[in-house]
Structure formats: C-alpha cells, structure tokens
C-alpha cells in the first residue's frame, strides 16, 4: 500500500521559518513533490526531489532521505499570504506517473 | 505554452442527474492527464488517469467513469450522482513518460443536493 503522512495543521507568526515533514511508505519512488494550495483553489507547484538532499527556491526549501522514507519544506521570512494548505506528494510506480498526495498540512501565518 | 481549461467553475445537480466534467490540454501532446477529487479537509484523491486515447486507469472503485476522446481532451461523467459525490474536482497534466510536476485546472466545486 501507500502511505504518505503530514501533519494535519501549524501555525506560526510573520518573519518566522517553520517547516512541515513528510513521511512516506510507497511502492518505488520517482520523486517527492510539494504543492501549495489556497483555499478554494487548484494546487500550486513549489518543488520537486528526486535525490537525497536540499533543493532551495528563495524562501522555500525542499529536503529528502530516500533511505529514510522522510521530507520537509522548509519556508523562511514567513508572510501573512503563505497561509495555505502545504501538499506532499509522490510519484511511487503505481499508478502510471500519477501524484499520490498526503492529505496537507494546513498553515495559517498570524501577525 | 501549456495550458489546461477544466468548466465549469461550480456546479449544483440534483441527486440522481448525470454529470460531464471536461478537461483539454492546450500546448502539448500525448499528456498523461488525471481526475483527483478533494473532499473538505482532506487530500487530493486519484480517481483516474489516462496515458492516451481511450487508456483509462480507475483507482478507486465508484459510481463515476472517465473518458479520452481525444488526445488532450479527458471527461469525468456520472450517470446518477449520489450526495456522497459532493466535492471539488480537479483535472491535472504531465509531461508523458517523465518524472515531473503536474499542473491543474482550476477546478470544479460539485455540490449534489
């Protein structure tokens, strides 16, 4: 089976850094990705890993450990608009190339 | 460039009424596209993909059926919707046969009443 876990909601105040984990259990792995999504509207693509290790895009950070099953995003200098809802998501060999979401972590940025 | 239209935006049917949700792909060829439902609260659901023309993929077993008429073109149809089928859907592309992202429509808000 697949199965892929995040928390279910964080909170933090402006200029803050936090960072939202991912853990997952799959059937093969072709790559972790994260998504942002507001309310009411379409996921959003923020990152993409496929080695272990940091992928950086300005405030936001990506990390994987294959071995380890695990993933963060890392985002810095938070901003009242960051509040969204956080998806990990995995590529696993199941499904064709489908996305396998978790079911998001809802972060709400308070001033 | 790449674009996916996915109408309408909202959409309220009374039980029992059939449903067509469409989905094209602009800018590209061969897409593998998908349906994902996403009820309040909780993560996006895989219900089908397609590879190509007529290659449809169920992932869940259910009272909604998917369609590739043409290349770029996916359908999400029920013949009688329940409440229970009541949620936001959402159609998404990638690029054939790659491990990267997958872009989505905007969208639909079905409410079944």
């Known amino acids: 089976g697949q199965n892929i876990d995040q928390p279910t909601e964080m909170t933090a105040t402006e200029g803050a850094i936090v960072q939202i984990n991912c853990t997952y259990q799959t059937s093969g792995f072709n790559g972790l990705f994260w998504y942002q999504q507001h309310a009411g509207e379409a996921p959003t693509f923020l990152s993409y890993n496929v080695l272990d290790g940091l992928e950086e895009k300005g405030r936001f950070s990506s990390f994987l450990s294959r071995s380890k099953g695990y993933s963060y995003l890392l985002l810095k200098e938070l901003q009242m608009k960051d509040s969204a809802s956080y998806l990990c998501a995995v590529k696993a060999n199941q499904a064709g190339t489908a996305l396998i979401f978790g079911k998001g972590t809802t972060l709400s940025v308070s001033s | 460039s790449q674009t996916i239209h996915q109408w309408p935006a909202t959409l309220v049917q009374p039980v029992g009424s059939p449903l067509s949700l469409e989905c094209t792909v602009e800018?590209?060829?061969?897409?593998?596209l998908y349906w994902y439902r996403q009820a309040a609260g909780r993560g996006l659901q895989l219900l089908f993909y397609s590879v190509g023309i007529g290659q449809i993929s169920s992932e869940v077993p259910q009272n909604l059926s998917a369609s590739r008429p043409q290349d770029r073109q996916f359908i999400l149809s029920s013949k009688k919707l329940l409440l229970s089928d009541s949620s936001f859907y959402l159609c998404a592309w990638s690029v054939w046969g790659s491990s990267t992202e997958a872009f989505f429509g905007q969208g639909t808000r079905l409410t079944v009443v």
């Open positions: 800018g590209t060829s061969n897409p593998n």
